[in-house]
Each structure stands twice: as structure tokens, then as C-alpha cells.
């Protein structure tokens, strides 16, 4: 359905509000001027589902992406729907408040917000119903939802809705296929869209809560000029004050009490039974006035535009007039409002409309219209005027309903719009006025409290010491028409409509507002937007007084569109010319006509307004040439929007194919790069994976051939170790049995010895007889060599059985190597003699190798430290062992080299705090460190620097790092 008037004019598709709403939102893009929709009609005609209908059709056709502040905005309406409409007699919804919403749009056509401006909450519903009607319908909501959840009902203390005297006088509990608990489920979700935190939300619920449990309070007589809290309905005070969050005893006090101020004292009167009752409702107003107004400050807060807030689109849905059995300060509030709105419709489409004719020369039939003027002086303009009596009457401390109706009856008995009352019973209870709609009698009961709006001071420094956040917080709007006032303030253009000598500029006392004032100046202010901006009209009709569906009273109908101007509306449209345009703007918007036309325009603007309007054929009767403007009738200025359209339309789609192939061909050309910079880059890559590939197998095969070579000479290897571990074999065989040899001629030399020792024993015996005794002896402590000899032989005779087989074995493995060493010879090939060729020369490296290392190995036993320091020590000028700086051997020039500290000069002892980390050839700067250290300690320990129980410990350490590290040791 959005789609099918999306874009489109409203003479193209059939009547719809969507065609009314698109109209608004194509001039609020295509000029410098804000936009309104003004949503008119009596009670239960649909302002409400038509205001809903505009606001879903802005965030729909807006909605590009998905946007959080347009489902605020569409949420806000569940949250003021259920805080501010009731059922009536004669709608199930009405809206019980009015409201103007300001939808505003950034530069790209977007909606950046909204902000609303409420008026006037009737606040004699929240202690009062007629039969067949409800509170709001919050109250019905939260018993229904919170009875089935046993947590909310005892969060909340409710209870059905039938225990409450504030929702149960009228008997209607229920609305017709609506369920309020998925209504109640609707609203926590809404207030979670706009950021209601879960503290805030109950607080407002318990607030709500409070005001049914205040209804139920009731009072009893004391002595005929006190009164108490009845007994029974104590429990109802406590729960009110327990939700509240303050003390109970403190909340009675103030229900049955009131406080004056006089001359700076406060002075304490209790109130009788029925002003405990007035005081108790005023109490319950004052609360749900303010919450209500925390939830509209707080929706503004949410969905504040910001700087984006000068390009709106208004919607109004305001209260439609109202004549009920019994009509009272309120009704005649709506019914005042609706008379403003009346008197601007007339002013916008009849008389000024005529009066811009008649100033521009234009042929018409004036018309004629119902003009309100006189009733609207009866009810605003001062000095003697209805608001204006009824202030005076507040600030009066006797003033009373009785004497305001015998001052209105007296100032403006002769006013043809003022109807006194025609029963003398009832001359001093009511009063009527003849309004655009139809007369409306009006009961004065209570008029001046309701102006009044009691403040209920106490009751809010009570509440601003309360456990309650919300309740704590909502006491900032306990000036709540001061409040209004601001906002009104902030929304007007004409800031000179609030200065202190316009409209009544009555206060009830203190400097403190009155309902009617407030209410007034709010009307002034949204009467000077509206007329800031570009109106469009929205007329709702009732067609029946029974709320049946397809059912039509023509009657009804027919009075309600000559009540509302419809019937004056379509003749204007017809004998009229409703578009005007300034002959300046004429020729510069349809100045491209001419191109197609093939004329030739003339300098003045009307004249080549003309020549183009007679060149299309049009209508002279649909058109005419006023002095500064041109007048204009549908029939003519669709065609020319149409021809118009066509040709920026040609041109739109010329420069859209320049443009479309310029930046087809920048897409190409970036096209293009990319996709040769992913060649290179893949080309490349390609490439290196081949070349990895081939250097990955070339590696595979020069591993395989160096295992293969390293193998070969590991054999050859084998095989000379083989060897020399036979040689050295041969050579230990040899050198045993050279030993063996030895030992045998050590033998034959001692036996030769012994046998010359014993001959020149028995020499001696012959040559001394008489020593034989003597030498007897000596020969037994020697032994017997003869013995000794026998012995020896007796056991070479024997022989070893373990040498012998040692022998025969080491005679055996002689046989096999001489054998192996001596195999049958082949002739060899090609492969082989490149492969012996190769083990050769790899044989002659390692033995080169060998002997290079045998030649540096270190001989502890004559290699000095002075040598090694020669040998392993870098160079160092003169004076380095005295500073912290060391210099390499590359740096040293050539003047430097010439004076080199002697390597013996190194040797010595220092006792600078740094010593140079390059003394000596090491890799590891961890070992260059340590090195440092163990030379320091080694110093220290010398010079006997350390304590006894440190040179364990220096030693151990010293040890340690020598064990660890191979190349510290060396």
C-alpha cells in the first residue's frame, strides 16, 4: 500500500491519507518551507488511527536503512495512547489530550528525530468516570498484567480492577476485542525502545499503583471540622505510601491536613470529610499529571533531533469538539481549541485566499463562510472575556463557582455567542455558548479549582525525600505549567505572543500560572507554527453515534461536513485557483517547456507565461495573470508538471548515461589494475612456488648424494680403522713377544748368574771348611738356588694352557687378515675408480685436517699462559685497560699499531672497575660476561679481598661454569 502512493501526486491514485502525508513530505523536499498536517473532527471520527497512519507512512518512505529513531517515534504513540486515552461514549480510543508532533528530517530527507508538545490532559477522568466509560487505560493494563505474573502483583500490590474505587464506578472493565494484557506486554516494550531503564519503569508502575490505592482511601468525621483515615481503609494509605516510597504516617497526615502561609508562618488547619475526599483526588491529579509529563519530556529526550530541527513536518492530532450531558472546564477547553483550528482553516483557505485576489486582480465569486471570530473574542479577548473573568475569579480568596457565573452572566449576557441559563433553578450553574459546531451548555462546578491546578507543595517535599527514584525524580515538574510554558516557548517563531502584555497575562497567585492562561498561550503558539508552515488538511467524519462498522448516517455526515467548511472547501476549489506561483518562479521552473516548444521567450515573465500557456492549448477559464502571480487551476498545472517531468526526465536520463558510463569506465580502468595486479602478484607467487619446488628436489638429491658419498667414505673409513686396529694388533703381538723374549734372556742371565754364584760358592767351600757351617746359613736365609732352578723349570715344563691358547688364536686371526689383505683382484670400472678417487681425496682432507689440529692441540706441560695469551689474545692500544672503552682490531689505525700494549703488560693485574670484553676470541657474549666475572673474582681472591665464606663459594661457582661450559674452560 506505501508503495503504491510512493512518489506518486495525489491526483494520480485514489483518496488516501498516504496520498496526503506523501504530498507533504515531496514539498518539504522540493521547498524552503515546513509542512503540517492538520488531523480535525469530532470524538471518535479517527484523529488518532489517522495520526498513526501519517507517522508509519514518514518512517516507512524514509527508512532507506534500518533506523532506531523511527521505531521510537512509532513506539512513543503506544506509551501516550495508554497514559493519555480512555474509552468515551462515543469512542473506544479517544485521545483524552492533544498533541502536535514535529517530525524532523536532516538535509538527506531522513528523519533525525521528532519532538512532542502536549496539551491539556484531562485530569477529572482520573477520579471520575460517566457510565459506560474508563480511566485511562494504563490503569486497566497493569491490574490485567501484573494479576497474571505473581512477581509484578506483589512488586506492584494490585489487585482486580473491581477493588478499585478509581476504575470501578463505572461498571466498564473490559474493551471490545482488545486484550489488555498483550497491551500491557506491547507498552514494556515500548518503554524498553526508549530506554525506560527497568528502576524507572517499575517506579512509574508503582506510581501508577499508588494513585488506584489512593482512591480507595476514605475519611471520617471528627468533631464536624477534622476527619480521620477511616479504620478499614488504613491498609489502602500504607500500600500507597509503600509504593510511593515514604513513610505512611507522614502520607495520612498530609490527606487529612493542609498548610497556609502567612506573613512567612505556616499555620496547620485540618480539613472536614469532603475536603479530605477534594484533597485526596487533587493529590491522585498531581501525580498522574506528572508522570505523564516525565513520559513526554522523557520521549523528547529520546528522540531529540539535535541541530537537525529545522526542516519538520507538524502533525497535530488534537481533541475534536465535544457536547456530552454533562460538559465542564474541560470540554470547554477542547471545544475552544477547536475553534482556534476552525478560525486558521478559515483564515488559510477562505479569507486569505480571497484577500490575495483581490490584491492580484483576479475575476472570482466571493464566498461565503461560516466565520467564528465573535465566539472566539467571548472566550480570549480581553479585557472582558471568559478566561479573563475566570483568572480574575481565582485570584480572588473568596472567589467562588457561584460568583464567576454572576460575572460572565453580567459582562456578556448580551453577547449573541453567550446563552445564559434558561431555568432560573439553574442560572447559577451553567452557562452555554454557540460554537461553530452547535451550542454547548456548560456546568461551572468546579471551574475554578480545575483553573487553579492546586500544587499540592507538601505533598512534593514529601516525595523528594522518597525511596523511589522515579517518584524523587518526577517532583521536578511540580511547577507542570511553568514547564509547558517553556516548551511552548521553544517551539513558537513569534517569541513576542509570550511577552507580558498580550493575551490575559493572568496568574492565579505568586507569580503561579492558571490552566486556562497556560492552556492559552500553548494554543497562541501552535497556532504561530502552523501558520510558519504549509497546511494540509485532514477531516474526519463519524459516521455513526453507535460505533458499528459499514454503517453510515447521512444526517451526521452531512452536518459534520457543513460544520467543518468541507462543502465551502469544494466550492473554493472549484470557482478558485488554488495554485499560486510568482511569475519569476513560474519562468524559472517551466522555462525548459520552451525548448520542446520551439519559442523563443520574451524578457518579461508574464508575458512569456502567457506565450507558453497559449502555445500548450490550455484553457484560458482554468488559468489567469495576476499582478505578481500566476493562478492556477489542477487541470492546468498537472500538464504542465507532466511536460515538465517529461523533459527533466530526458535530460536526467542524458546526464545519468554520461555519468553512468564515466563511472563505468573508472570502474573498468580500477577494474583493470586490479585484476593485473593480481596477475602479478599471482604470476610471481606462481613462480616462486615453482622455483621452491625445484629448489626443494635439487636439495632432496644433493642429501641423497652427499649421504651416498658420506657413506662411501664412512666404509673407507671402517675399512682403515679396520686396518690400523690390526696393525696395531700385529705391533701389540709383536711388543709381547719381544717382552716375552726379553724375559726369557732375563731368565737365561739370572740362571747363568746362579749357577757362577754357586760355583764360587763351592769354591769358597773348599778354600774354607771351617765356614761351612756359616755359609750353610747364609745359603738358607738366600735360598737354594739349586732349588729355585729346579722349580723354575719344572714349571716351564708344565707350561700355561691359557697362553698356549691365546697363542694359537692370535696365530689364526694373523691368517685370516693376511688372507683379507690379499684378495682375488678384479678389474675395475669406470664407477669404481670415480669413487676411490673421490674417498682418496676426501682422505687426504681429513688427514690434513687431522694434522693441522695436532699441530694447535696445547701441551699443558710447556704451553705457558704467556703463549697462549700470543697466541688467543686480540690487540690493544696502550691505556684501554684503564678506561671502560674497548677497540676492536679493525678500528686500530695505522698510528695506533705502532703502539700496541705488550701481551706480557695484559697479563697483569688491574685495579680499573671495568675490564675490556675482548681480551680474548669468544662467541658467546654470555661467556664474555661470565669470563669477566670469574677474572674479577680470581683478582679479588689474590689480593685476599675475600671473606672466608665467600671463597668457597667464588670457587664452586668458578668450577661449575667451567664444567658447564666448554668454551669458558678452554
Not at 537537525?308 to 477542547?334: H, P, R, T, W, Y
Not at 517553556?486 to 507580558?500: C, D, G, M, P, Y
Not at 739370572?750 to 774354607?768: C, F, G, H, I, V
Amino acid at each position: 500500500m506505501i508503495r503504491r502512493y510512493s512518489n506518486r501526486k495525489m491526483t494520480e491514485v485514489p483518496p488516501h491519507i498516504f496520498a496526503t502525508a506523501e504530498s507533504a513530505y515531496y514539498y518539504l523536499e522540493h521547498s524552503d518551507r515546513n509542512q503540517s498536517c492538520i488531523i480535525s473532527g469530532e470524538s471518535g471520527a479517527g484523529k488518532t488511527e489517522s495520526t498513526k497512519f501519517i507517522l508509519q507512512y514518514l518512517c516507512a518512505v524514509t527508512q532507506s536503512v534500518a533506523r532506531w529513531v523511527e521505531q521510537q517515534i512509532l513506539e512513543a504513540n503506544t506509551i501516550l495512547e495508554a497514559f493519555g486515552n480512555a474509552k468515551t461514549l462515543r469512542n473506544d480510543n479517544s485521545s483524552r489530550f492533544g498533541k502536535f508532533i514535529q517530525v524532523c528530517f536532516d538535509t538527506r530527507g531522513q528523519i533525525s528525530g521528532s519532538v512532542i508538545q502536549d496539551y491539556l490532559l484531562e485530569q477529572s477522568r482520573i477520579t471520575f468516570q460517566a457510565p459506560e466509560e474508563r480511566n485511562y487505560h494504563v490503569f486497566y493494563q497493569l491490574c490485567v498484567g501484573a494479576n497474571s505474573s505473581p512477581e509484578l502483583k506483589k512488586k506492584f500490590l494490585m489487585d482486580k480492577p473491581q477493588s478499585f474505587n478509581f476504575i470501578n464506578q463505572s461498571g466498564c472493565y473490559k474493551l471490545e476485542d482488545v486484550d489488555d494484557r498483550k497491551s500491557f506486554e506491547d507498552l514494556c516494550l515500548a518503554m524498553n525502545v526508549l530506554n525506560v531503564s527497568e528502576e524507572m519503569r517499575d517506579g512509574l508502575f508503582q506510581t501508577v499503583s499508588a494513585v488506584l490505592w489512593l482512591g480507595n482511601v476514605s475519611f471520617e468525621d471528627l468533631d464536624g471540622e477534622s476527619c480521620s483515615v477511616k479504620k478499614g481503609t488504613i491498609q489502602a494509605l500504607n500500600n500507597a505510601a509503600a509504593l510511593l516510597g515514604i513513610p505512611s504516617h507522614q502520607l495520612g497526615y498530609l490527606a487529612v491536613n493542609r498548610e497556609i502561609t502567612v506573613r512567612g508562618h505556616v499555620t496547620e488547619i485540618p480539613l472536614k470529610v469532603h475536603e479530605a475526599f477534594e484533597n485526596r483526588n487533587a493529590m491522585a491529579k498531581a501525580l498522574y499529571t506528572r508522570t505523564f509529563t516525565w513520559l513526554v519530556r522523557h520521549i523528547n529526550s529520546c528522540t531529540n533531533p539535535g541541530v537537525a530541527n529545522s526542516k519538520f513536518i507538524g502533525v497535530l492530532d488534537i481533541f475534536g469538539f465535544e457536547n456530552f450531558a454533562v460538559n465542564s472546564f474541560e470540554q470547554m477547553c477542547i471545544n475552544y481549541t477547536n475553534e482556534k483550528l476552525h478560525k486558521f482553516f478559515n483564515h488559510y483557505v477562505f479569507k486569505l485566499e480571497q484577500e490575495i485576489y483581490e490584491a492580484e486582480g483576479i475575476n472570482f465569486s466571493h464566498i461565503r463562510f461560516t466565520d467564528n471570530t465573535l465566539c472566539l473574542e467571548l472566550i480570549e479577548k480581553p479585557p472582558k472575556c471568559l478566561l479573563k473573568l475566570l483568572d480574575e475569579e481565582c485570584r480572588f480568596p473568596k472567589g467562588t463557582d457561584q460568583s464567576f457565573i454572576e460575572k460572565i452572566s453580567h459582562e456578556m449576557g448580551e453577547h449573541e455567542h453567550f446563552i445564559p441559563a434558561t431555568d432560573n433553578r439553574r442560572l447559577l450553574l451553567e452557562f452555554g455558548i454557540v460554537h461553530y459546531a452547535g451550542d454547548v451548555v456548560y456546568q461551572v462546578e468546579s471551574f475554578l479549582d480545575k483553573n487553579k491546578d492546586v500544587q499540592q507543595a507538601p505533598l512534593f517535599d514529601l516525595m523528594n525525600s522518597s525511596t523511589n527514584p522515579f517518584v524523587r525524580d518526577v517532583t521536578k515538574y511540580q511547577n507542570m505549567l511553568e514547564s509547558s510554558l517553556e516548551l511552548a516557548r521553544n517551539q513558537a517563531v513569534n517569541k513576542q505572543i509570550f511577552s507580558s502584555g498580550t493575551g490575559t497575562g493572568t496568574k492565579s497567585g505568586k507569580g503561579k500560572p492558571t490552566v486556562g492562561d497556560t492552556f492559552r498561550q500553548q494554543l497562541a503558539s501552535l497556532n504561530d507554527v502552523l501558520d510558519s508552515t504549509n497546511p494540509w488538511y485532514v477531516r474526519c467524519l463519524k459516521p455513526n453515534h453507535h460505533k458499528s462498522g459499514r454503517s453510515y448516517d447521512d444526517e451526521l455526515i452531512i452536518t459534520q461536513l457543513r460544520y467543518s467548511g468541507m462543502l465551502d472547501i469544494v466550492r473554493i476549489r472549484k470557482q478558485g485557483f488554488p495554485i499560486h506561483v510568482p511569475a519569476s518562479n513560474f519562468m524559472e521552473k517551466y522555462r525548459c517547456l520552451a525548448s520542446i516548444l520551439d519559442i523563443r521567450l520574451p524578457s518579461d515573465p508574464k508575458e512569456g507565461t502567457r506565450l507558453i500557456l497559449k502555445t500548450l492549448k490550455l484553457p484560458e477559464t482554468e488559468w489567469q495573470i495576476g499582478r505578481t502571480k500566476i493562478f492556477l487551476r489542477n487541470t492546468v498545472f498537472d500538464p504542465l508538471e507532466k511536460k515538465r517531468k517529461e523533459i527533466l526526465s530526458y535530460q536526467i536520463l542524458i546526464i545519468q548515461r554520461y555519468w553512468k558510463g564515466f563511472a563505468a569506465r573508472q570502474k573498468y580502468l580500477r577494474t583493470r589494475r586490479s585484476v593485473i595486479t593480481l596477475q602479478r602478484a599471482w604470476r610471481a607467487r606462481k613462480l616462486r612456488i615453482l622455483f621452491l619446488r625445484k629448489r626443494w628436489a635439487a636439495v632432496i638429491i644433493q642429501s641423497c648424494v652427499r649421504g651416498m658419498f658420506a657413506r662411501e667414505l664412512a666404509g673407507e673409513l671402517r675399512k682403515r680403522r679396520k686396518k690400523e686396529a690390526a696393525e696395531a694388533k700385529k705391533k701389540k703381538k709383536r711388543q709381547k713377544e719381544k717382552i716375552q723374549q726379553e724375559e726369557i734372556a732375563a731368565k737365561e742371565r739370572a740362571d747363568l748368574e746362579l749357577q757362577q754364584a754357586s760355583e764360587t760358592e763351592r769354591q769358597k767351600q773348599l778354600y774354607s771348611m771351617a765356614r761351612l757351617a756359616e755359609l750353610k746359613a747364609e745359603r738358607l736365609k738366600r735360598g737354594q738356588p739349586a732349588d729355585y732352578l729346579d722349580q723354575m723349570f719344572e714349571n716351564l715344563e708344565k707350561g700355561d694352557p691359557q697362553e698356549y691358547l691365546i697363542q694359537i688364536n692370535e696365530e689364526l686371526e694373523q691368517l685370516f687378515m693376511e688372507t683379507q689383505q690379499s684378495p682375488v683382484e678384479r678389474p675395475e670400472g669406470g664407477r669404481t675408480v670415480r669413487r676411490k678417487r673421490r674417498v682418496q681425496k676426501k682422505m687426504l682432507g681429513i688427514a690434513e685436517d687431522e694434522e693441522q689440529r695436532r699441530g694447535e692441540e696445547i701441551d699443558p706441560s710447556h704451553y705457558t699462559m704467556l703463549e697462549f695469551a700470543e697466541k688467543f689474545f686480540n690487540d690493544h692500544p696502550k691505556g684501554s685497560l684503564s678506561g671502560s672503552i674497548s677497540i676492536r682490531k679493525s678500528s686500530i689505525t695505522k698510528r695506533a699499531l705502532e703502539d700496541i700494549l705488550p701481551k706480557q703488560e695484559m697479563l697483569r693485574f688491574t685495579k680499573s672497575l671495568t675490564i675490556p670484553t675482548s681480551l680474548i676470541h669468544m662467541h658467546d657474549p654470555e661467556n664474555v660476561h661470565l669470563a669477566c666475572n670469574i677474572f674479577r673474582d680470581l683478582n679479588k681472591f689474590m689480593r685476599g679481598e675475600l671473606r672466608p665464606e665467600q671463597i668457597n663459594l667464588t670457587i664452586q661457582s668458578i668450577i661449575a661454569y667451567g664444567i658447564e661450559r666448554p668454551e669458558l674452560r678452554d
